[in-house]
């Protein structure tokens, strides 16, 4: 089955401690990002990878990393995690550049940071 | 930067009514424009995508439509039934010197009473 999967699905953390949230998808796709969602605030992009070894920054990368090395994983790391970046995480991916793709989405990350 | 917006937040119907659902952009100078589904706790399962060159777009009880030049998306539901209830969220691609996200309107949460 074509799917994008994200481990764990949900993490309680405490302030400083760091973490990483995997990201595969089995569809052979270039392009793949993350976003968070907050009440409020919907979806919004940290990070996207063009393709292996590349990686740009989104809208709200502040306090996050991430590393492309395999076309299929993009993990999401936080090296320092802090209160504020308790969210809900989702993994996209999309054939190739998001302009004209369908993207599909992981279930997301339920991240709580004490 | 680009800013999209949906009207209503929520809305809440009786089962077997059509309905509208509304997206509008700041910037219509878009790749392309998606509709996405999300369920309570749960992923982004994407409904439709209409291209920038498009007008619209159909599947099943869905048709998505799409007014470039006036930045603004409708989805409409035919047929309401309770399996609709979710929020539905609206994205577009592209513009404002990023061709690689997508920029997400804050939502419309659809309840279909049985």
């Known amino acids: 089955e074509a799917q994008v999967t994200q481990n764990p699905r949900y993490l309680i953390t405490v302030t400083g401690k760091k973490l990483t949230v995997t990201c595969s998808q089995n569809?052979?796709?270039?392009?793949m990002s993350w976003y968070r969602q907050d009440p409020g605030l919907g979806l919004r992009q940290i990070y996207y990878?063009?393709?292996?070894?590349?990686?740009d920054k989104g809208d709200v990368p502040e306090g996050y990393k991430v590393s492309r090395k395999e076309k299929r994983n993009f993990p999401l790391i936080l090296e320092s995690p802090s209160p504020n970046q308790t969210s809900l995480y989702f993994c996209?991916?999309?054939?190739?550049?998001?302009?004209?793709?369908?993207?599909?989405f992981g279930p997301g990350t339920r991240l709580t940071v004490l | 930067k680009q800013e999209v917006t949906q009207i209503p937040a929520a809305l809440s119907v009786p089962e077997g009514e059509n309905l509208v659902l509304n997206c509008s952009f700041t910037?219509?100078?878009?790749?392309?424009l998606q509709w996405f589904r999300q369920d309570p706790g749960k992923g982004l399962t994407s409904l439709l995508l209409?291209?920038?060159?498009?007008r619209e777009q159909t599947s099943g009880r869905l048709n998505a439509s799409l007014d470039k030049s006036s930045g603004r998306s409708t989805l409409y539901i035919a047929a309401s039934q309770p399996g609709d209830s979710a929020t539905y969220l609206c994205?577009?691609?592209?513009?404002?010197?990023?061709?690689?996200?997508?920029?997400f309107g804050s939502g419309t949460q659809l309840t279909v009473l049985p």
């Open positions: 990878s063009m393709n292996v070894e590349v990686t």
């Open positions: 569809m052979n796709h270039e392009y």
């Open positions: 209409i291209q920038s060159s498009q």
């Open positions: 996209a991916s999309s054939l190739r550049l998001a302009n004209y793709n369908e993207q599909f």
């Open positions: 910037d219509s100078a878009i790749y392309n």
């Open positions: 994205a577009v691609s592209g513009s404002s010197g990023s061709a690689r996200q997508l920029t």
